[in-house]
């Protein structure tokens, strides 16, 4: 399955699930910010995704859970760099450059773009 195939499979899932139109989901675009994700419909496209690649994702995996919660990762409103550590390695298909430069943490939402998602599948896929 090339890049293009997956893009277009995780395409169809976010536009089903987010009901967004087709030319709104780019590599680019941040799930939450651009195309409207909210947490339920994060859980909605695991779902979805698992289906479509018939691949299993477990909590957490593709989507943190809790990190904010954790004193060690977030102080002042800040990712620390702890935080961001565990994060990066945790999320190895997320871009993490915008959230280095600013690591507030109402900014994590933004490493989440369609890209990431295709790059996480691209993983899965391989692995």
């Known amino acids: 399955m090339t890049r293009d195939d997956i ?15 087709e030319d709104e989901v780019t590599p680019e675009a941040v799930l939450t910010a651009d195309l409207g994700a909210e947490s339920i419909d994060f859980l909605d496209i695991v779902f979805k995704l698992e289906q479509a690649f018939g691949f299993k994702i477990g909590q957490g995996e ?18 620390t760099p702890k935080g961001i550590a565990a ?7 997320a871009d993490f450059a915008s959230l ?10 933004e490493i989440f773009t369609v890209d990431a998602v295709v790059r996480f599948c691209e993983r899965k896929l391989a692995g």
């Open 7 to 21: 893009f277009e499979k995780v395409r169809e899932v976010l536009v089903s699930a987010l009901a967004v139109d």
């Open 62 to 79: 593709l989507f943190p859970d809790n990190v904010a919660q954790d004193p060690e990762y977030v102080q002042a409103g800040k990712v």
């Open 87 to 93: 994060l990066k390695e945790r999320l190895p298909h």
């Open 100 to 109: 280095e430069a600013d690591p507030r943490v109402d900014r994590v939402g």
